[in-house]
Nanobody, 124 residues
Framework: QVQLVESGGGLVQAGGSLRLSCAVS????????MGWFRQAPGKEREFVAG????????RYADSVKGRFTISRDNAKNLVYLQMNALKPEDTAVYYC?????????????????WGQGTQVTVSS
């Protein structure tokens, strides 16, 4: 069973930056994709970014393009989400997820392993 643990969330002012980390343990993937999702109170879980584990192929939600960057360190079993120019509407619990497919997909239904989330709060 793959275990995912997010960290790096916190409280920042609008325009600030945070870097989230996802530590992967247990059985990991030699292929497949890692993704970041977020869920604000009263809203559905939303795709943020995805990356292939074995290739530099990424996908971003339109709302975060140009501001967020997903990256990985396979040797350290870590996935990152660098978040710049944060906006109050970015406030949410951010989740790391793993999928066995070969392309990053924006639908949470395709991901079969999830972390417990880390809170990101952006003040105006």
């Amino acid at each position: 069973q793959v275990q995912l643990v997010e960290s790096g969330g916190g409280l920042v002012q609008a325009g600030g930056s945070l870097r989230l980390s996802c530590a992967v343990s247990g059985r990991t993937f030699s292929s497949g994709v890692m993704g970041w999702f977020r869920q604000a109170p009263g809203k559905e879980r939303e795709f943020v970014a995805g990356i292939r584990w074995n290739a530099r192929v990424t996908r971003y939600a339109d709302s975060v393009k140009g501001r967020f960057t997903i990256s990985r360190d396979n040797a350290k079993n870590l996935v990152y989400l660098q978040m710049n120019a944060l906006k109050p509407e970015d406030t949410a619990v951010y989740y790391c997820a793993a999928d066995r497919s070969t392309v990053p997909v924006p639908d949470a239904k395709f991901y079969d392993a999830w972390g417990q989330g880390t809170q990101v709060t952006v003040s105006s």
